[in-house]
């Protein structure tokens, strides 16, 4: 929902209604995540997407049946041999589609909402999407990580075990959807609730203010990532060589990410590019990140260099006490083969090692590659 959330609040605000259809849950080579969103305009207009194209149009005409009836949908999309294109989903994905009609009667809490996600805070909305009883449909429970939630699913019960794995969920930032009974027994079948995870954006650190940084920073934006820019050279660490960089510090990079660390600032979804290759900035850095506890690890750090910086750097780190497990959370050379030159090729080659460490891809080409294209994360 986040990425139509101005046009929904915009609605919101006005007093309208729409229709909004949401991801909740995916099997196979689904095209978008549980999260996605499209909205229904009560002008008739049509806002992002629940499948990249695929199913839009059975879903436009769904949200204006809910926006009418007012009973919420949910519908799952995919391809058998008698329907492939009919449902359209040709790619082979199956979605489940919740589809409900959001007002400010329906849905009170979105305005907080939006100014939490507005302020970078983290807020998780859990919604029943499925139970034997109608009347609880649609129901919420609203939930920040200091324990704070309103609303109910339905009960205490339901709520008490709702609130344990939506907190979960969003300290890891995933958005998913949980099993129950009808009444939020652990072991039980009936109740299906769907958890938005609105945690902040995941942090992108690039240490090092060279051109390669710039194209890494463009990139990392691009993705959806808080990009920092940190280097020790306040000639070199400016906004306007980084002006798309959320921010630009001028601090030694290991005494800046120290700091990061000792004010609870990163987390597992963090990535770290380290791009000095220089020993006097390298070294200390990469000392600091390889060996932070588990719950402040990045999910990734990378350095720049020949083959033969990282030869030298390897050898600097085992001098300072690195493990071999350490350093193989390292790496060094950063970036996949993709035979990138230019700083923008490289800022691309960065990022999709980054991309397939988080979902597990082997960065092969698909064409030589079998089974399903999307995967789970890693």
Avoid: N
């Avoid at 005409?61 to 041999?81: H, I, K």
């Avoid at 070199?236 to 510090?249: M, Y």
């Avoid at 750090?301 to 497990?325: F, I, Y």
């Amino acid at each position: 929902m986040r990425e139509v959330m101005d046009e929904l609040m915009a609605w919101w605000s006005a007093g309208e209604t729409v229709g909004v259809g949401t991801v909740v849950a995916t099997f196979q080579s689904a095209p978008r995540p549980p999260g996605a969103s499209m909205l229904v305009g009560p002008d008739g207009s049509a806002v992002g997407s629940v499948s990249g194209g695929c199913v839009e149009g059975a879903v436009y005409e769904l949200g204006q049946s809910v926006v009418e009836s007012g009973e919420p949908v949910l519908e799952r999309y995919g391809v058998s041999d008698d329907d492939a294109f009919a449902v359209g989903l040709t790619c082979g994905g199956i979605l489940d589609v919740y589809v409900e009609k959001v007002s400010r009667e329906t849905f009170p809490e979105l305005g907080e909402i939006a100014a939490d996600l507005e302020a970078g805070r983290a807020v998780a909305v859990a919604t029943v999407v499925e139970h034997p009883d109608p009347a609880w449909l649609g129901r919420r429970l609203v939930l920040r990580p200091e324990g704070v939630s309103t609303g109910s699913i339905g009960s205490a019960r339901a709520d008490d075990a709702v609130r344990d794995d939506a907190l979960g969920l969003l300290a890891h930032g995933q958005s998913a959807t949980l099993s129950y009974g009808p009444d939020g027994e652990r072991r039980g079948e009936g109740m299906r609730v769907f958890v938005w995870a609105f945690a902040p954006k995941p942090r992108m650190l690039v240490f090092g203010a060279i051109d390669f940084a710039a194209a890494v920073a463009r990139v990392g934006t691009f993705l959806g990532y808080h990009v920092t820019v940190c280097d020790a050279r306040p000639v070199f660490a400016t906004t306007s060589r980084f002006p798309e960089a959320d921010e630009v510090v001028v601090d030694w990079p290991h005494r800046y990410l120290t700091a990061e660390v000792e004010a609870g600032h990163l987390d597992r979804r963090t990535v770290v590019a380290v791009l000095t290759h220089d020993p006097k900035f390298d070294v200390p850095l990469l000392e600091v990140a390889l060996r932070l506890p588990e719950e402040s690890r990045p999910a990734y750090v990378g350095a720049m260099g020949s083959r033969r910086t990282h030869d030298d750097r390897m050898a600097r780190l085992r001098e300072v006490g690195l493990t071999d497990d350490d350093l193989a959370r390292l790496s060094s050379p950063i970036g996949l083969d993709l035979g990138a030159r230019t700083p923008e090729e490289t800022a691309i080659s960065i990022a999709a090692e980054i991309i397939a460490g988080r979902w597990g891809g082997s960065g092969e080409r698909l064409a030589g590659t079998e089974g399903r294209i999307h995967h789970d994360t890693a």
